[in-house]
Nanobody, 126 residues
Framework: QVQLVESGGGLVQAGDSLRLSCAAS????????MGWFRQAPGKEREFVAT????????SYADSVKGRFTISRDNAKNTVYLQMNSLKPEDTAVYYC???????????????????WGQGTQVTVSS
């Protein structure tokens, strides 16, 4: 079973950039659809971005579209989230997640992801 470990979070100012990484253990990484989610204090965990097995399909939440980019390197068993033009409302714990589902219409759905990392904190000051 794949285990996920996020890194790259930190404290930045509004307008800055960060790149999050999620390293996966095991040899089956390329068989998983990967997603990034985030959870701000007192709020539900929400979808941020997803990428399919090959990296040829990506989808984003409207709130991050045009600012965030998800990518993956299957040779390195790693998925990335490049975050540009960060805003204070992007402050949250960011989680990467993996799912084996085949239905692309469900890639944004939190409940279909059954493997989760421990999260990394991103704080954006104004």
């Amino acid at each position: 079973q794949v285990q996920l470990v996020e890194s790259g979070g930190g404290l930045v100012q509004a307008g800055d950039s960060l790149r999050l990484s999620c390293a996966a253990s095991g040899s089956t990484f390329s068989s998983y659809v990967m997603g990034w989610f985030r959870q701000a204090p007192g709020k539900e965990r929400e979808f941020v971005a997803t990428i399919n097995r090959s990296g040829g399909y990506t989808s984003y939440a409207d709130s991050v579209k045009g600012r965030f980019t998800i990518s993956r390197d299957n040779a390195k068993n790693t998925v990335y989230l490049q975050m540009n033009s960060l805003k204070p409302e992007d402050t949250a714990v960011y989680y990467c997640a993996a799912t084996s589902i085949r239905d692309a219409s469900a890639y944004k759905t939190r409940s279909v992801y059954d493997l989760w990392g421990q999260g990394t904190q991103v704080t954006v000051s104004s």
